[in-house]
T-cell receptor
C-alpha cells in the first residue's frame, strides 16, 4: 500500500516566479485535499476534489492559486507570481468516504520558501 | 463555524512519564468527527485516531488512550510511559459529515518533547 506522495519536497524560488507542486494520492481514494501550514500553526484547508471535480475553494486561495486534478488521479497546485507570504508547507491529503465517514491520509508535504 | 483549541503550546516530559494533551472543540453540527494526528520533525502528518460524535467510549491502543467527553466538548489524548520517539507536534482536528464538510479544521498543535 503506497501512501500519498508529493513532489518536490522542497522548493526555493524568487518572488514573482511561478511554482507548481504535484500530489499523487492513494490510488483507491476519490477525494483529494490541499492544505497550507505556516510555522507554528495547524494546517488550513485550501481546496478539495472529488474525482476530477474541484468542489470547494477556501478564501485563502487567492486568484494566484490554481489547482487541477485531471482524470481524477494526481493533482497539481500552481502558484503564480509568488509572494513572500506564500512561504509555507503545502500538504496534500487523500481520503475515501465510507458511509458517512472519511479519514484523510497526508503526504510528506512540499516546503516552499519564497525569497 | 468550527474551531479547535489546543491550549498547550509546548509540553516537556522525561521518558516514562505519562502525558495528556488537551483538545477542546466547537461545532454546531450534530454529526461530527474528531481526529488526532502526529507530525514528527520530518513533517508528514500521521493519522492516529478518528472518533465520531455518537461514540463516547474511551479508546486505548497500546500506550495511547483517548478520552472523548461530549459534555465538555473535549477529546484529550494520553500517552502512557512516554518514549523519546513520541516527540512530535500533535494536532487535534474536527470535521463534519457529508459533502464538503469532511474538510478538517485543525488546532494549532502541541509540541511534545520527551527527554531521555
Amino acid at each position: 500500500d503506497t501512501g500519498v506522495s508529493q513532489d518536490p519536497r522542497h522548493k526555493i524560488t524568487k518572488r514573482g516566479q511561478n511554482v507548481t507542486f504535484r500530489c499523487d494520492p492513494i490510488s483507491e481514494h476519490n477525494r483529494l485535499y490541499w492544505y497550507r501550514q505556516t510555522l507554528g500553526q495547524g494546517p488550513e484547508f485550501l481546496t478539495y476534489f472529488q474525482n476530477e471535480a474541484q468542489l470547494e475553494k477556501s478564501r485563502l486561495l487567492s486568484d494566484r492559486f490554481s489547482a487541477e486534478r485531471p482524470k481524477g488521479s494526481f493533482s497539481t497546485l500552481e502558484i503564480q507570481r509568488t509572494e513572500q507570504g506564500d512561504s509555507a508547507m503545502y500538504l496534500c491529503a487523500s481520503g475515501r468516504t465510507s458511509g458517512s465517514r472519511e479519514t484523510q491520509y497526508f503526504g510528506p508535504g512540499t516546503r516552499l520558501l519564497v525569497l | 463555524a468550527q474551531k479547535v483549541t489546543q491550549a498547550q503550546t509546548e509540553i516537556s516530559v522525561v521518558e516514562k512519564e505519562d502525558v495528556t494533551l488537551d483538545c477542546v472543540y466547537e461545532t454546531r453540527d450534530t454529526t461530527y468527527y474528531l481526529f488526532w494526528y502526529k507530525q514528527p520533525p520530518s513533517g508528514e502528518l500521521v493519522f492516529l485516531i478518528r472518533r465520531n460524535s455518537f461514540d463516547e467510549q474511551n479508546e486505548i491502543s497500546g500506550r495511547y488512550s483517548w478520552n472523548f467527553q461530549k459534555s465538555t466538548s473535549s477529546f484529550n489524548f494520553t500517552i502512557t510511559a512516554s518514549q523519546v520517539v513520541d516527540s512530535a507536534v500533535y494536532f487535534c482536528a474536527l470535521s463534519g459529515s457529508g459533502g464538503s464538510n469532511y474538510k478538517l479544521t485543525f488546532g494549532k498543535g502541541t509540541l511534545l518533547t520527551v527527554n531521555p
